[in-house]
């Protein structure tokens, strides 16, 4: 079953247009210009959500119940393959979704929408959309607030986007170690 997007309060938007809405924040406003997309990411989280509800419902797949599943009601493994399926079909990219050292979750994506591989190469990861994006989807399935961050990304040269999720905590320290120059595997291994 086809997302329906009118009905989900969601909007096809070509990878040019967002691109091109990135490149020239960034042009006009500079680094501070990742606010404004990672605040659109939060505002379009709950829609992405419910549209996710939705399309699981249509397909007919069932929760552990045996009745209508509910993102909540899949297994971890059902749930990670749609959640795939579902934000391919949305336009955005074939993700996979994994485990890092216990400590987090990984999201990796080899053709993510929101990244610019064509474009100059950014200094930092630029799926500031996404980014919060995530948080606040997979924040709404683990039922607590989740921290994201975008420590690959296709628009710096890197073969894949990789983005972190875990709570605040771990991911303050991730991002704190990448400042000092660390790896984020390496900042991990201080959390284990």
Same mark, same amino acid.
């Given at each position: 079953?086809?997302?329906? *997007?009118?009905?989900?309060?969601?909007?096809?938007?070509?990878? /040019?247009?967002? +691109?091109? &809405? =990135?490149?020239?924040? $960034? %042009?006009?406003?500079?680094?501070?210009?990742?606010?404004?997309?990672?605040?659109?990411?939060?505002?379009?989280?709950?829609?992405?959500?419910?549209?996710?509800?939705?399309?699981?419902?249509?397909?007919?797949?069932?929760?552990?119940?045996?009745?209508?599943?509910?993102?909540?009601?899949?297994?971890?493994?059902? *749930?990670?393959?749609?959640?795939?399926?579902?934000?391919?079909? /949305?336009?955005? +990219?074939? &993700? =996979?979704?994994?485990? $890092? %050292?216990?400590?987090?979750?990984?999201?990796?994506?080899?053709?993510?929408?929101?990244?610019?591989?064509?474009?100059?190469?950014?200094?930092?990861?630029?799926?500031?959309?996404?980014?919060?994006?995530?948080?606040?989807?997979?924040?709404?399935?683990?039922?607590?607030?989740?921290?994201?961050?975008?420590?690959?990304?296709?628009?710096?040269?890197?073969?894949?986007?990789?983005?972190?999720?875990?709570?605040?905590?771990?991911?303050?320290?991730?991002?704190?170690?990448?400042?000092?120059?660390?790896?984020?595997?390496?900042?991990?291994?201080?959390?284990?």
């Amino acid at each position: 079953m086809p997302i329906d *997007f009118p009905a989900n309060n969601l909007l096809a938007l070509p990878h /040019a247009s967002l +691109g091109a &809405l =990135r490149t020239a924040l $960034l %042009r006009e406003i500079g680094p501070g210009s990742a606010a404004f997309l990672q605040e659109a990411g939060y505002a379009g989280g709950e829609s992405m959500f419910s549209a996710f509800r939705t399309w699981l419902q249509a397909r007919g797949d069932s929760g552990a119940s045996g009745t209508a599943a509910e993102p909540e009601d899949l297994e971890v493994e059902a *749930f990670q393959h749609r959640v795939a399926e579902f934000f391919k079909e /949305a336009g955005w +990219g074939t &993700l =996979r979704i994994g485990t $890092l %050292r216990d400590a987090v979750a990984t999201i990796d994506c080899d053709d993510w929408g929101e990244a610019d591989a064509q474009g100059e190469a950014l200094d930092q990861p630029g799926c500031h959309l996404s980014t919060c994006h995530f948080a606040d989807f997979f924040g709404r399935i683990a039922d607590q607030p989740l921290a994201v961050l975008e420590v690959e990304c296709r628009s710096m040269g890197y073969a894949r986007c990789r983005f972190l999720l875990g709570n605040a905590e771990v991911m303050e320290h991730v991002y704190e170690e990448l400042g000092r120059g660390a790896g984020y595997e390496e900042a991990l291994e201080a959390v284990e």
